[in-house]
């Protein structure tokens, strides 16, 4: 099976870097996606790696390490509409990878 | 506009009384995932489909049905709702590529 770990909660303010982090555990492996959702709205699709190393997508990056089941992903510039729930997700082997496993979910919360 | 719906938005039931919830995306992608979403659990996967006619079960699929019938709906279908069924559930669709489209996700109260 997979399962993913992530940080319940981060705070951080304005103008501010943060790391959210995330650890799997997977039979196998086919790369691990970021999403972010806002309170009440639908989770949108933020990044995916599927190879070592950083993507960069303006101020938002993702990094990974399969030698280390770990990725990140990385905000600059914190602004408050990046108060949101973080998740990252991999695909599940055992389906064929087919079906995607979310983590629990990390909130950021962006203050003044 | 490429989009995902669903409907009903928001839906109060009562115990055993059947309800279906549509979902549609026009994109033509080939691969559609009913989740739920709980406090303190995250996005839990109830059903997906691959393509036309073929289904399988997510880490959810206890009292939940699905079909798939045309490429462009999904519907999830609850026979007789319990209220351990009371939850956020969100629709998705994807073609071969990792991106994956969330309906507005629709809020379920079963009394």
């Known amino acids: 099976g997979q399962s993913l770990e992530q940080p319940s909660e981060v705070t951080a303010v304005e103008g501010a870097i943060v790391q959210i982090n995330c650890t799997y555990q997977?039979?196998?492996?086919?790369?691990l996606s970021w999403y972010q959702q806002h309170d009440g709205g639908a989770p949108t699709f933020l990044s995916y790696?599927?190879?070592?190393g950083l993507e960069e997508t303006g101020r938002f990056s993702s990094f990974l390490s399969r030698s280390d089941s770990y990725g990140y992903l990385l905000l600059q510039e914190l602004q408050m509409k990046d108060s949101a729930s973080y998740f990252c997700?991999?695909?599940?082997?055992?389906?064929?990878?087919?079906?995607?496993?979310f983590g629990t979910g990390t909130r950021l919360l962006v203050s003044p | 506009e490429a989009q995902v719906t669903q409907n009903p938005r928001y839906l109060i039931t009562v115990t055993g009384k059947k309800l279906t919830v549509t979902c549609s995306q026009n994109?033509?992608?080939?691969?559609m995932s009913w989740y739920r979403q709980d406090p303190g659990l995250g996005l839990r996967q109830i059903y997906y489909?691959?393509?036309?006619?073929?289904?399988d079960k997510g880490d959810v699929p206890e009292g939940y049905k699905v079909s798939r019938k045309e490429k462009r709906n999904f519907p999830l279908i609850l026979e007789s709702p319990s209220p351990n069924q009371t939850s956020l559930y969100f629709c998705?669709?994807?073609?071969?590529?990792?991106?994956?489209?969330f309906g507005p996700g629709t809020r379920l109260l079963v009394l």
């Open positions: 998705a669709s994807r073609s071969g590529k990792e991106t994956q489209y």
């Open positions: 997977t039979s196998g492996f086919y790369g």
């Open positions: 790696n599927a190879l070592d």
């Open positions: 997700a991999v695909r599940d082997q055992n389906t064929g990878f087919q079906k995607l496993v």
């Open positions: 994109m033509n992608h080939e691969y």
């Open positions: 489909s691959m393509n036309v006619e073929v289904t």
